[in-house]
Nanobody, 126 residues
Framework: QVQLVESGGGLVQAGASLRLSCVASGRTFSNYKMGWFRQAPGKEREFVAVIDWSGSSTYYADSVKGRFTITRENAKDTVYLQMSSLKHEDTAVYYC???????????????????WGQGTQVTVSS
């Protein structure tokens, strides 16, 4: 079992930056591909970013490319999502998730991620 805990969300104005963190425990963190997803009220959960087990490969949704950066520090069992130039449409609950399926450069299917955090709210005023 893998346990994930997100933090760092909050209420910010458009154009601001936030860094989300996700701390993992339970199993060897470096064995897992890690993803960030988000879900706005009344909408489906959507893929945001993914990073492979080593941190050497990443992939982003078109809507966040150039603004968001996913990184990981395996020694700290932590994944980060640095968000810049935030827009109102970024408002959502953000979740980190873990998968044992190998990395690929493309939109991630949430069904392939079996371990999820509780989510952290990001609200961007407009």
């Amino acid at each position: 079992q893998v346990q994930l805990v997100e933090s760092g969300g909050g209420l910010v104005q458009a154009g601001a930056s936030l860094r989300l963190s996700c701390v993992a425990s339970g199993r060897t963190f470096s064995n897992y591909k890690m993803g960030w997803f988000r879900q706005a009220p009344g909408k489906e959960r959507e893929f945001v970013a993914v990073i492979d087990w080593s941190g050497s490969s990443t992939y982003y949704a078109d809507s966040v490319k150039g603004r968001f950066t996913i990184t990981r520090e395996n020694a700290k069992d932590t994944v980060y999502l640095q968000m810049s130039s935030l827009k109102h449409e970024d408002t959502a609950v953000y979740y980190c998730a873990a998968s044992t399926i190998g990395f690929y450069s493309g939109r991630q299917n949430p069904q392939a991620y079996v371990y999820w955090g509780q989510g952290t709210q990001v609200t961007v005023s407009s």
